[in-house]
Structure formats: C-alpha cells, structure tokens
C-alpha cells in the first residue's frame, strides 16, 4: 500500500490564480480529511469527506475554498482567486469507515507570489 | 470549544536525558488523545494514542483527566528522537477531525 499520496508536492500560483490540490487516499480508505498548516502553527481542519459527500466542512473558509471527493478519482481541494494569506501547508489524511487511525500524505505546500 | 495547547515551542535535551513534551487540552466531553511525529523529510506519523496505552520508541503518555494533560515521556532520549511532536484531540464520537497543538520540536543533542 502506497500511502496516501498527494500531488503536487509543490505549488507556486500567483494571486488571482486557482489552486487545484490533490489527495488520493489509502487503498480501502473512504474517509478524506485536510488540514491547513501556516506557518509556526499546528495543523487546522478543513474539511471532512467521504465519497461524493462532504460530512463536516465546518473549518474551511466560506468564500473561495470547495472540495470533492468523487467517485471515481482522488480527492480535490480547490481554491479560486488565491491570496498571499493561503500560502501553507496543506495535508491529507485518510482513514477507512470506522473509528480509526488518520494516515496522512506528505502535503502540498503552496506559495502564492 | 476544543484545544490543545503545547507550551513549549522548542526542547533541547542531551542524549540520554529523560524527556517530557508537555500536552494540555480543553473540551467538556471524553475525547480522544494522540501523539503525532514528523521526522525530518518525512510526513505525520501516529505515535501513540491514549486507548492503546502502549510504549512506543520507548515513549509513553498518560491521560490525566483531572489535570486535562497528555504529556509525553521518555527516559532517555535518543538523536534519532529529534523530531516535531504534536498532541492532538479528537471527540470521542466517531470519525471527527482531529485538533492538533502547534507542536514542540525536540533536539537531541549528542
């Protein structure tokens, strides 16, 4: 089992630019959770999903900021118009559908310049 | 509300030197108690989680429910213990999002 993985590992975008960042979870795994890291802080949730559903998505910011978790295909966390503000890490984490362990993906660090 | 405070930004032991990361939480329920750590290069792995009440790496952690702590311990320290360390706390209710501290970064000195 791979892990979870998520790509890019590195994004840079330029203010105004949408964002698309990806997670796919572990093999088996129904549950998709991000986290949002800047910097000198602990991680801070986003968003909770579980396939085509999103469960708890109170953490996200109300404008600019969806995520999906199709189907079919790894998770996405979008960001529209981005600003100097959304530079940060951000990770993935999956479980599967019982009360369990979050693995996480290594993050995607996105720099807006 | 729930949170999880670590107080300590940075901890600088020698080698062999015991070790406590300090961990305080607040929340009114039962939750659920995690260490996380990050070596360097490498992503947020679990360490320990209060149920398990096991010993690993030769760390331990105690749920302290009158003190509201969840500190974590070892007895002597190791160089390849130098890493971020972060607490975190899920309400014991199901597949909730877990509340991290800001972690503590610990250097083991040799």
């Known amino acids: 089992n791979a892990g979870v993985m998520q790509n890019p590992r590195h994004l840079v975008r330029r203010r105004g630019q949408e964002a698309r960042l990806r997670c796919s979870p572990m093999k088996g795994h129904s549950h998709v959770y991000w986290y949002r890291q800047l910097p000198e802080e602990g991680l801070k949730f986003m968003v909770y999903l579980q396939k085509e559903n999103i469960i708890d998505e109170s953490g996200m910011p109300k404008e600019r900021f969806s995520a999906e978790f199709p189907k079919e295909g790894p998770s996405i966390l979008r960001i529209q118009q981005v600003v100097r503000g959304d530079s940060a890490a951000y990770f993935c984490a999956s479980s599967p559908g019982h009360p369990s362990e979050q693995y996480f993906g290594p993050g995607t660090r996105l720099t807006v310049t | 509300a729930q949170r999880v405070t670590q107080p300590e930004k940075l901890l600088s032991v020698f080698k062999g030197a015991p070790v406590e990361l300090k961990c305080n939480y607040s929340?009114?329920?039962?939750?659920?108690l995690f260490w996380y750590v990050q070596y360097s290069r490498q992503r947020l792995q679990l360490l320990l989680r209060h149920i398990s009440r096991e010993s690993i790496k030769g760390f331990t952690a105690d749920l302290n429910k009158g003190e509201t702590s969840f500190h974590l311990k070892k007895p002597f320290a190791q160089e390849e213990d130098s890493a971020m360390y972060y607490c975190a706390l899920r309400r014991n209710s199901g597949n909730t999002p877990l509340v991290f501290g800001k972690g503590t970064r610990l250097s083991v000195i040799a």
């Open positions: 929340y009114s329920g039962s939750p659920e």
